[in-house]
């Protein structure tokens, strides 16, 4: 079955130190991974899309890389607005055929930065 | 903003109840896929619809129901609703039927009392 692990669950920072966020996954004919940043109460932001194993991302303190079983968001000097939860996702075929675009998500991490 | 309406943004009904949620994508996109989102499920891929025909299902129940019409906007129908239905519901869209980034609506939280 299809799964998509995000560690940890929630992470507690201070302003301006370094950490990285972990999503593993297990799936057949992965075509691609997401990140999204998610405020309390609001819709999943695009943040990323992966593509291959070895493929980086970046966009302001925000670096997304992948590996064959997982992809890692590291996050350089976070500030307090970073607070947030970050989604991994997963695109994968359907069983029954034909390509689609079904995003398999983990259930987050939960990132606080502190001033 | 991502360019993705969805309205209401809240809704309260009473068990047994139907409802009718509504979404617009972002303009040019054709494809609109229907998230639920609850406290123990996390994010969970209900349905897609790439321009006016249903393109994949996922854990939707039968008693939930979509359609996507020719101006592309989409509707999702929640009818005999039950408490464990409360939750955040989202609709995405993108511009192809498979293999491109979803961008998200803001959401409607449906309470069911």
């Known amino acids: 079955e299809d799964q998509v692990t995000q560690s940890p669950e929630a992470l507690r920072l201070q302003e301006g130190e370094s950490s990285s966020l972990n999503c593993s996954y297990t799936v057949s004919g992965l075509r691609g991974l997401f990140w999204y940043r998610q405020d309390p109460g609001k819709g999943p932001e695009f943040l990323f899309t992966?593509?291959?194993a070895g493929e980086e991302k970046e966009k302001e303190r925000l670096k997304a890389t992948l590996t064959k079983k997982e992809s890692f968001l590291h996050i350089t000097a976070p500030k307090p607005e970073d607070s947030a939860t970050y989604l991994c996702a997963v695109q994968v075929d359907m069983n029954y055929g034909g390509a689609t675009n079904k995003l398999i998500f983990g259930t987050g991490t939960l990132l606080a930065v502190q001033p | 903003d991502s360019g993705v309406t969805q309205t209401p943004k809240h809704l309260i009904t009473a068990t047994g109840q139907r409802v009718t949620l509504r979404c617009s994508p972002r303009?040019?996109?054709?494809?609109v896929y229907w998230y639920q989102q609850s406290l123990d499920q996390g994010l969970q891929f209900l349905i897609q619809y790439y321009n006016g025909e249903e393109r994949a299902k996922g854990n939707i129940l039968e008693r939930f129901s979509a359609q996507q019409f020719p101006d592309l906007h989409s509707e999702l129908n929640l009818s005999s609703l039950e408490l464990g239905d409360s939750a955040l519901y989202f609709c995405?869209?993108?511009?192809?039927?498979?293999?491109?980034?979803?961008?998200f609506g803001p959401g409607t939280r449906l309470t069911v009392l």
């Open positions: 992966l593509y291959s």
């Open positions: 995405a869209s993108s511009v192809g039927k498979a293999y491109n980034e979803q961008f």
């Open positions: 303009s040019g996109d054709l494809s």
